[in-house]
């Protein structure tokens, strides 16, 4: 079960702040950018020969600083579990919205999985289910941030270095990419399959 009802901290979101990056229960739109810089960083440089699913997609945010930032990949697949997310993240993307139950759901494979925030909300248990089909069923690798360090919160889910080494060994990750310099307790993670 989430630390939250996951409907209700983001449908009340949106109605007090939209469709911006405060409506998705980010700080501001500019931890939003640093975060999905840091995943763009990550990724290949040319994303046009790669295909993409965005976990926990949101308004469909991602895609579009992917094309901004000239990095559209050559397919891009966003996938949320709320339905007021698929609606508006179809609508502004153009691409193919699915909605899913992430943790449990078969989900399509695509080269990358893309994860920014979105096991924010979510139990340690829930975290690992999440990460282990992401990364099933990605072909290269998941990148992924979540909220980073020891703390306890009724809220959120911050998950330790250890922890997420732990689940890279369970799921027999090849090589694992760790950067945590670029804001407190947050931490971006690619699992690679090679």
């Known amino acids: 079960m989430p630390k939250v009802d996951n409907k209700t901290f983001y449908s009340t979101a949106i109605e007090k702040y939209g469709i911006t990056a405060k409506g998705v229960n980010w700080h501001s739109k500019e931890s939003q950018k640093v975060r999905f810089d840091i995943i763009l960083e990550m990724l290949p440089q040319d994303m046009s020969n790669y295909s993409v ?30 339905v007021d997310m698929y609606s508006i993240a179809s609508e ?63 809220t959120y889910n911050y998950l330790t270095t250890e922890q997420i080494m732990q689940m890279a060994n369970h799921l027999g990750v090849k090589e694992v990419i760790l950067r945590d310099d670029y804001m407190q307790d947050d931490i971006t993670v690619m699992f690679l399959k090679a």
Do not use: W
């Open 53 to 82: 699913a965005d976990a926990g997609c949101g308004f469909g945010d991602l895609y579009l600083y992917m094309q901004k930032k000239k990095r559209t990949p050559k397919e891009y697949i966003g996938i949320d579990a709320l």
């Open 92 to 154: 502004r993307t153009g691409c193919e919205i699915i909605v899913a139950d992430i943790c449990k759901d078969e989900l399509p494979l695509t080269d990358f999985y893309i994860c920014s925030g979105a096991m924010n909300v979510l139990e340690e248990f829930e975290s690992y289910l999440f990460v282990q089909n992401c990364f099933k069923s990605s072909r290269i690798g998941f990148c992924f941030n979540v909220l980073h360090g020891e703390q306890k919160s009724q």
